[in-house]
């Protein structure tokens, strides 16, 4: 695809610096870019890059400015980026079918415009929404209901009376569904509590390879609206995340946590179950959340601690070994202070 | 279903308190639940909620006297709600056949009471006892036996000469018996040592969904009788968990370790290779175990610590800040007092 | 398999210690082996075995004589144990063929000499080498590559346009080639930039269980030559990980993190984005690295910190407690030692 700089930044709502009848075929990284390349920068790091990238165009921000350069400027080069890559790389999707080969049990409806790929299972009572699309090996469970133009990538699977709403994309391997983790007298006979509720995922929730969302035990867990979750995540039981929340790779909430609206957990963190976050939470990588944390608080560590109090801590602690000999030194100080004052005082009485 | 209180009481073996005529039709969470519906109270802290909730009746223990409720009191809620909830949403189990559309290599043995879907394959010699449920997706490599009444959910992977015992339960995505991560001359040559031992899972496991078991090197990974694991837990090579030990989600557990019977792993907890946890160890989530545990202990802490222990060390690293300011003051009033006397002593000497 | 002590010795270019016309029968650990049984010291913990074991002959290397045994000396036991069981162990192939329940889309090119198991789904314009085996449920998208006598286990994705090179082993569950996690005003409004790159998967690399690695979002996420990655590890959008890395599991590596050549990642620890690691680094399980780290450094810790370093640390760590009350009952004497002064100041002058 060919498009003149000018055509692009028109596209973009931008302002052309430089050459607007450059010709564009290729969106690239900064570092791979070359002739007729359109490149970004999104993130400072990677401002140096600017003096020796060899692409014809770069995507900036309005604190930009380089004359020599032909750029677009733009508010936002991240989500500009996005546009423009939808641009030259519009999806390549067929037109919908259902396989023949498919395993549709009965009484299940499925919708003539949702694409169907070899290998599907949906199960008794299930509803496909039209403009989904089930790639191969994706099993569906009974009266599970998955909304209009959501994707499940290959072996995907959603048990029983799972609901999935409109616009949803579950990579390849997530589960939805399973049996929580309760268990009675556990360690000494692990008596099963059965798990009868189900899993809701509302509209636009996006949830990364292989994470896996356990149903409530008898109520939902409930992922809403915009959600977006990355690879690998564990959602446990009875657990709610607001609406826009976004939790990255490696995340573990406990059973029946709830998160409030817009909140950010970073890769790995791990919360423990019954507690609440507040809208707009912040939670370091790696850290332990093992508390109620008050809306729009940042918090990192293991026990989590406040951000900033965070930071104190850690650079006192690297400096722990030192102040382990500073406190030693001030001892033998203090013991020779105590002795002489004691020689005096004998001195003096003597 | 409706049942009235009294025949729900005389079920879990437990006393009303109140009126035995009311009529119950379903369990519901102490929030959720209204006009008709029995709910509980097991973690204690939910116990404001029995001033609000909407329920009928109300489970409880025996520590719970409130007149004003109809109550079933029982000696531990948790257990009778698990046997509530089996009464009230039976499962939904179909007439075992064995679909035409799998994939049967000669020679397996697939008993006529097994339930098998489309779309699953299971190797040559292996054998699936009675009561087995393989759901859409599973492979069953070659002389692998599947215990009865055992439920493989859609896509689990168990790979050849692989023994699943009675009644175990693999959450949909679990693999066992992938290769254990061997190598010679690692981050140089990275020369694979072949992985021919095997996994054995005993009577009774669950295993959640996503979960990975890898076979032993020569011998076996095994998983005894009654253990249950969580989500995305690993499992490395040679691995032995005892009778009954919980281990919960994204738990990594390395080449060699053992646990005793009974022990509790919190979620993200990592455990070196090649130690040994005593019966009854419990260890905190995130903490990284290095070490032998003996039985009955407590650990937590990356690297782990004695839990009291850790507890009073956290409590200082938290203060580290105000500990390094109040040593800084000492350090000053240490060096006046030090200056007093030098001084003095000049002016004694002058 | 029946093979004389002499024989597997040199089959090893070991020497015989002891008689070379013992029969062994096969290959065992060291409490486990028996009579006929070849067992094997390679990690020196279990040295003690050596005593007890039941074994008719034991792989050693040459630090280790004891001459009431047969024995095998060889260079690096643990890379003879590989050989040997690849000897007793020979892997169990089928001639390769090409199942008629395949999914095949219009396009694809599957060498005859390849073996494709039944429930496999390959898409349009994809290339499958001689010698690769395809287990069943394996998804295979378009454009994809798998290169000659690579393994894809069962239920394994790889997404459209990923390039696997040759000898290549993906165990079951992996997802290669799911979209970056990469959003525009994340925790407000999560608009996903569409992720339009791929992964590229050099020869020798190993794969474990239900691990995902992302594509890249305009260029490659890149797995070089021999790298060993084990089970349940994310790898993000545009990683690099350098010739033969060794990533244990569940490490997570953010997005575009780049590793040198031979670098070791210690279990479940992650690596925040953007950062660039050396050749040979080696980062401690469970850290949590924060900030280029330049080659052949060994770091440990969260925040990371340099490998000796850490151990100092944390060494004070575990004494916090003492190290207060031995800094309280400093204050203590300093402020007798300032009463002191002061009282007889007062008294000097009085």
Not at 153 to 181: E, M, Q, T
Request: hydrophobic fraction near 40%; charged fraction near 25%; glycine fraction near 10%.
């Amino acid at each position: 695809m060919n498009k003149t700089l000018g055509e692009i930044a028109s596209f973009l709502l931008g302002k052309v610096i430089g050459d607007p009848q450059v010709v564009i075929s290729d969106v690239r990284g900064i570092d791979e870019a070359g002739k007729g390349d359109l490149t970004f920068i999104a993130n400072p790091k990677y401002m140096k890059a600017l003096e020796t990238t060899k692409a014809s165009a770069i995507l900036v921000s309005p604190q930009i400015e380089k004359i020599d350069r032909n750029l677009i400027v733009v508010d936002d080069p991240y989500i500009a980026l996005g546009r423009v890559l939808g641009l030259f790389y519009p999806e390549d999707r067929d037109t919908p079918r259902i396989s023949a080969e498919t395993f549709i049990e009965e009484g299940a409806i499925v919708s003539r415009d949702a694409h169907v790929y070899p290998g599907v299972y949906i199960g008794r009572e299930a509803r496909v929404e039209q403009g989904v699309i089930l790639y191969p090996g994706v099993y569906i469970g009974r009266r599970v209901v998955i909304g209009e133009d959501s994707i499940l990538y290959p072996n995907v699977v959603v048990s029983r009376r799972c609901i999935i709403g409109k616009r949803v994309i579950l990579h390849a391997g997530v589960v939805v569904g399973s049996d929580g983790f309760g268990f009675a007298r556990p360690a000494l006979e692990n008596i099963k509590i059965p798990q009868v509720g189900f899993v809701q995922i509302d509209d636009d929730v996006e949830v990364g390879a292989n994470t896996t969302i356990d149903r409530g035990t008898i109520e939902k867990t409930w992922i809403q609206k915009g959600v977006k979750i990355d690879n690998l995540v564990q959602v446990a039981h009875n657990v709610v995340i607001g609406e826009y929340s976004v939790i990255v790779s490696q995340v573990g909430i406990s059973g029946s946590t709830r998160l409030g609206k817009g909140v950010i957990l970073g890769g790995q963190a791990g919360l423990v179950g019954h507690i609440d976050l507040g809208d707009h939470v912040m939670v370091g990588a790696q850290s332990g959340v093992h508390d109620d944390v008050p809306a729009n608080q940042v918090v990192s560590g293991y026990p989590h601690l406040p951000h900033r109090q965070w930071l104190r801590v850690q650079a006192c602690v690297s400096q722990l070994p030192e102040m382990r000999k500073n406190v030693a030194a001030m001892l033998k100080r203090l013991e020779k202070l105590e002795r002489d004052k004691k020689n005096k005082t004998h001195s003096t009485k003597s």
